[in-house]
C-alpha cells in the first residue's frame, strides 16, 4: 500500500506559477509509475503529468511546455512545477502512484483556481 499527500494548491492569477508536491511512503518500492491527474467540474479526470521509476516523462497536450514534472527520490516526493497558468488549469490536481501490479493509489486532491 501507498499513501501519498498533496501540497501547493491555491489561488494564481493568469499567467502565475505554483508548484504542486506529492510525498509517498508505504510500499514505495514497489511504484512504477507517479502522475498528475486533474479534475474539473463537469469534466472526467485527465492526466495532466507522469513520470516512471526510470525517469521517463509523459504530458498532456494542453500542457507541454508550460508544466514540469520532476522528482527527488530521497525525499519520495514528486513535483509539479506549473507556469504560464491559464483559467482553463482550473481544477482538482491528484497525485498518482500505479505500482507493478497496476494497483493505483490516490491523494487527497488539491484545488488549484487560476483567476484574476
Known amino acids: 500500500q501507498v499513501q501519498l499527500v498533496e501540497s501547493g494548491g491555491g489561488l494564481v492569477q493568469p499567467g502565475g506559477s505554483l508548484r504542486l508536491s506529492c510525498a509517498a511512503s508505504?510500499?514505495?518500492?514497489?511504484?512504477?509509475?507517479m502522475g498528475w491527474y486533474r479534475q474539473a467540474p463537469g469534466k472526467q479526470r485527465e492526466l495532466v503529468a507522469s513520470?516512471?521509476?526510470?525517469?521517463?516523462?509523459n504530458y498532456a497536450d494542453s500542457v507541454k511546455g508550460r508544466f514540469t514534472i520532476s522528482r527527488d527520490n530521497a525525499k519520495n516526493t514528486r513535483y509539479l512545477q506549473m507556469n504560464s497558468l491559464k483559467p482553463e488549469d482550473t481544477a482538482v490536481y491528484y497525485c498518482?502512484?500505479?505500482?507493478?501490479?497496476?494497483?493505483?493509489?490516490w491523494g487527497q486532491g488539491t484545488q488549484v483556481t487560476v483567476s484574476s
Open positions: 498518482n502512484a500505479r505500482d507493478i501490479f497496476s494497483r493505483d493509489s
Open positions: 508505504g510500499s514505495i518500492s514497489s511504484i512504477y509509475v
Open positions: 513520470i516512471t521509476s526510470g525517469g521517463r516523462t
